[in-house]
């Protein structure tokens, strides 16, 4: 058995351990049970989301820095290996400031359509990752608010909500975007309807209904996709919190003609967890997917934060061992004040960049967040996996290529010895004080 660990009181992250604590007493020693034969959610992969605050940074490195920090998050195997990325179409908080490709009022035939804002920034940054990663990245593609003139406030903050007489131009808007990122070479895995369609913010932002956004995907969206060819696109409802996704989602799913478009359910972890909603969710509806969209720590940079990454992991092991299939952070990278964001909504992210010293550090984020990107491979299938104690937090996976990865985390104050069994195998093992383990096992 081989073991990563990363350990807030020691210098280890994501270092394979040459040495294993002796375990002193056995008696009723915590335990993971895993089971290879019993098989659960193939993953779709882990990843971050491209934005323009993101790329901005990335190119105020230098071309060393640069290649670095790609080879931070694509590179494999010494970097996290991403596969599952997204960006936004039009602006976000995290832009520079608002944009939209459909600028021009009143051109519902999108003759002026153009993602020349993207060139400067974000498809170069997306054009270099993916000449790192070792296999091509899937994009969802995510807008956080309509152009300001198909919209009822006429502007892309505050909230408002899509014109129905535009519901049609702003559906063929996801086709001239895909159509444009593709001739780009940047092909599109998939798209959601809205970010956060519950929350009216002071950035860009938008508002529908359950029933609205099962009206835009049956009617408009789905179609549109459909007739240009982009059948294969997956279109993802809801991308906003826990607390309400099944209540939207079932308003969806229950109208076939639009739930025949919907590959599955996007979801963020701000606010309460309720990570039972993920289940119930597949409960309900099994031959749809789950697949978190975003999540980040809120109010600043939070530079050195141990709890950091601890939240990574926990909502990327319950939301795992509830069927989602693949995991998507926030911002890739942003500077030390936790921006640039044009509404001053500053948040963390697992690298963080000083471009006035051209460098970059990496969070507790990232390197709880490379104990299951690393080494679980997009195609591995979640197995069985059994904790005898709630502190020890686990999830087991067995990879395309037969080998078994199994993610452990300690978040108590002390040392925590188990023994993982499988097979009637058993191994002895400590996980240290705040810490997170990858075991991998042939």
Not at 58 to 72: G, H, R, T, V
Not at 185 to 199: I, L
Not at 356 to 385: K, M, N, T
């Amino acid at each position: 058995m081989r073991t990563f660990i990363t350990s807030r009181d020691s210098d280890q992250r994501l270092s394979e351990q040459t040495f294993i604590p002796a375990v002193e007493h056995t008696d009723n020693l915590a335990s993971v049970w895993i089971d290879p034969a019993r098989r659960f959610q193939t993953m779709e992969g882990f990843g971050g989301a491209f934005t323009e605050a993101a790329a901005v940074r990335w190119q105020s490195l230098s071309p060393a820095q640069q290649e670095a920090l790609l080879q931070a998050y694509f590179g494999h195997p010494h970097g996290h290996g991403y596969t599952l990325c997204r960006v936004h179409m039009n602006s976000c908080d995290f832009a520079l400031g608002n944009y939209a490709h459909a600028d021009t009022p009143g051109d519902t035939a999108l003759k002026h359509f153009s993602i020349a804002r993207d060139e400067q920034a974000l498809l170069p940054f997306i054009q270099a990752a993916q000449r790192v990663a070792h296999r091509q990245i899937q994009l969802l593609v995510s807008p956080w608010s309509p152009p300001a003139w198909m919209k009822t406030n006429g502007q892309m903050n505050q909230g408002g909500q899509l014109r129905p007489e535009h519901r049609s131009a702003w559906a063929r808007c996801y086709v001239k975007f895909i159509q444009a990122y593709a001739a780009h070479g940047v092909p599109v895995w998939g798209v959601s309807v809205q970010n956060e369609p519950a929350a009216t913010q002071r950035w860009d932002s938008c508002i529908y209904s359950a029933e609205e956004e099962r009206d835009f995907v049956r009617d408009h969206l789905g179609p549109e996709l459909a007739a240009a060819g982009l059948g294969h696109v997956r279109i993802v409802i809801w991308d906003h919190n826990r607390d309400l996704m099944v209540e939207r989602a079932g308003t969806v799913y229950a109208d076939p003609e639009a739930a025949k478009y919907v590959w599955g359910t996007g979801f963020h972890w701000y606010g309460e967890d309720h990570f039972d909603h993920v289940q119930l969710l597949h409960d309900a509806w099994p031959d749809k997917h789950l697949l978190f969209t975003e999540g980040c720590q809120e109010g600043g940079p939070h530079t050195g934060s141990w709890a950091l990454g601890e939240r990574y992991a926990r909502s990327m092991i319950h939301d795992i061992n509830r069927w989602t299939v693949g995991w998507i952070d926030w911002n890739l990278l942003l500077d030390t004040q936790g921006g640039p964001n044009h509404v001053g909504n500053y948040c963390s992210a697992p690298i963080l960049v000083d471009p006035d010293h051209d460098r970059f550090e990496r969070q507790s984020s990232y390197h709880y967040i490379g104990h299951f990107a690393r080494f679980v491979q997009p195609g591995a299938q979640r197995i069985l996996c059994a904790s005898t104690r709630e502190a020890l937090e686990a999830t087991a996976f067995v990879n395309p290529d037969g080998g078994v990865v199994v993610v452990a985390m300690n978040r108590t104050k002390q040392p925590l010895p188990f023994s993982l069994n499988t097979g009637g195998h058993r191994h002895l093992t400590v996980l240290p004080a705040r810490s997170i383990a990858t075991l991998l096992l042939p």
